[in-house]
């Protein structure tokens, strides 16, 4: 089958690899319809972390058909038509149990190379390298999805793939975020980036009830769509003193909750000098945690600071002591996605939200490395591309 395979640090290429097999009763085989590339892969692009290896599938976003079942899976046949979560669980342990599906302590093979830095570790992810467990991704014609009885999700006839596809990672993701600010009405929510996920994090806001949302970017057309799809106020961070405008607009006193839907942000060639340092280490370091600085200080005393933005390894520098004494509350980490499949399917069901709206670029998955190219330089207005094996 073809695949997007990663080949180091700003090089993808569209390669001809073995197809995925079933190895283990609980596993499917997915077709694959639709695929998106996501500001997260863009981290791996970037060369931000480590234990990629050449030749990794790519792709954490993706839904399609199932073709083939370990004789474990009971509850999806062969012909359904089914989105993915990115995160991968068993459905089982302590923490599925729990609803934390991001935390499943069965589903990455490689956790001792994260518990050294972190102490426990995350859930696997599709095509996310071997810290993740090294699962091959589904930016490619077919995946290999294990747990598949809790990890495939059935989509209903009458609706799009652009209008479910999302609900593998970006749509939760903003929702999730929105979910972690403890929106109370009236509430006033700040969104840095203006990204897939800040899309949804401005729209999840509403559909939460905040009363205003502000959206912070520097991208003219991100910044558009904030306004016009979001309904959100807007801030061009390259033409004002963020801090200064905020506190401006919310009475001196600092929005209620802040969202940080940047994360690592490569800054031009930077990034070619960080894979060096990462490639060394399991591990990074970086003094340049901008937007999520900008979130804590800006924060109102007492307010919700949700950081949905991928970090990696030790970010310093950031303003500990401004969170401890505004008695700020933090909330993080990788999206329980299976959590928010049935309501988020609702409220595209419902009409409340069609999530299609952030798709700028439709390709042929042959076109992935240019697909690469214009997500992460923001050329051509794009702001997010599915690609179609
Ligand atoms: P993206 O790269 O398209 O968007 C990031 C946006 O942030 C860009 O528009 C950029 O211009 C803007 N930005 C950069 N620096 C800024 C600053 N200082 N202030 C304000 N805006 C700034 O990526 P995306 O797909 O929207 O993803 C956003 C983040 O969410 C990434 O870090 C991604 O890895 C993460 N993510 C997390 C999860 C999760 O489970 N927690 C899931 C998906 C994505
Ligand atoms: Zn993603």
Redo the contacts with the bound molecule.
Sequence with gaps: MKAVCWNGANDVRVETVPDPKIINPRDAIIKITSTAI???D??IYDGYIPTMQKGDILGHEFMGEVVELGSEVRNVKVGDRVVVPFTISCGNCFFCQRDLW?LCDNSNPNAWMVEVQMGHSPSGLFGYSHLFGGYAGGQAEYVRVPFADVGLFKIPDHLTDEQVLFLT??FP?GYMAAENCNIKPGDIVAV???????QFAIKSAFLLGAERVIA????PE?LQMAKEQGKAEVLN?EEVNVGEALKEMTGGRGPDACID?????AHGTDAMAFYDQVKQAVRLETDRP??LR?VIVSCRKGGHVSI???YGGFVDKIPMGAAMNKGLTFKT???HVHRYLKPLLNHIENGDLDPSFVITHKLPLEQAPHGYEI?KH?QDNCIKVVLKP
Excluded: N
């Design positions: 996501c500001g997260s863009l981290h991001s990672d970006i993701t840095w980036g203006c990204g897939p996920v800040g912070i970017d520097r991208i991100r961070y839907a940047v994360g690592m942000e901008t937007a900008q949905p933005g991928v980490g990788q999206t997500f923001k």
